[in-house]
């Protein structure tokens, strides 16, 4: 049972937008600890998508944007492409556990 | 470009040992704290353990927390993971990450990743 929880699966057609939320709680999230966001492609590492909740490294299309409130954090992918299909995972800081903790992962199915 | 090469994974015994290394370039390895992170089979992403540019602060996660330990060699761009006492939950790529601070906004990610290694604990 993961800290963070995501929905396991979330699947959309090319060209529309999907959003995956991350729901934390006051000791991780809710305590404004920041939030960011890795794409695992099938059968690779993880890479960077979003950093500090909403920020996009080099090289990361503007389809991908991050967002967070409260205990939640959301990411959202416009203009779906098929290329997009992969796992994604949130990550931050738990002040309880005294570490970093990750999303149970959400797969991004692409139809 | 940076990169970092994952290596030493294989077939272990329980309560076995197993020593873990990545290898980094591309960038000046002692100015960057470095992290381990592992995924079992099918499963997401659990973080491990990380340690200063120094090696002078260490953390780890509960599940490994006297059982594994995370050391540098920074004349050898070298990190490493000593895996003690190996448990079949332990059986899981376990993939080395930069942990990065950004100066400029003052978060810390992992930005690079190695491409992995796969650990086994079995009979």
């Known amino acids: 049972q993961s800290v963070l929880t995501q929905p396991p699966s979330v699947s959309g057609a090319p060209g529309q937008r999907v959003t995956i939320s991350c729901t934390g709680s006051?000791?991780?999230?809710?305590?404004?600890?920041?939030v960011h966001w890795y794409q695992q492609l099938p059968g690779t590492a993880p890479k960077l998508l979003i950093y500090g909740n909403s920020n996009r490294p080099s090289g990361v299309p503007d389809r991908f944007s991050g967002s967070k409130s409260g205990t939640s954090a959301s990411l959202a992918i416009t203009g779906l492409q098929a290329e997009d299909g992969a796992d994604y995972y949130c990550q931050s800081y738990d002040s309880s556990l005294s570490g970093l903790v990750f999303g149970g992962g959400t797969k991004l199915t692409v139809l | 470009q940076v990169q970092l090469v994952d290596s030493g994974g294989g077939l272990v015994k329980p309560g076995g040992s197993l020593r873990l290394s990545c290898a980094a370039s591309?960038?000046?390895?002692?100015?960057?704290?470095m992290s381990w992170i592992r995924q079992a089979p099918g499963k997401g992403l659990e973080w491990v353990s990380y340690i200063s540019s120094s090696g002078t602060t260490i953390y780890y996660a509960v599940s490994v927390k006297g059982r594994f330990t995370i050391s540098r060699d920074n004349a050898k761009n070298s990190l490493y993971l000593q895996m003690n006492s190996l448990r079949a939950e332990d059986t899981a790529v376990y993939y080395c990450?930069?942990?990065?601070?950004?100066?400029?906004?003052?978060?810390?990610?992992?930005?690079?990743w190695g491409q992995g290694t796969l650990v086994t604990v079995s009979s």
């Open positions: 990450a930069r942990y990065n601070y950004d100066i400029l906004t003052g978060y810390w990610y992992f930005d690079y």
């Open positions: 006051s000791s991780n999230i809710g305590a404004d600890y920041d």
């Open positions: 591309g960038f000046t390895f002692s100015d960057y704290y």
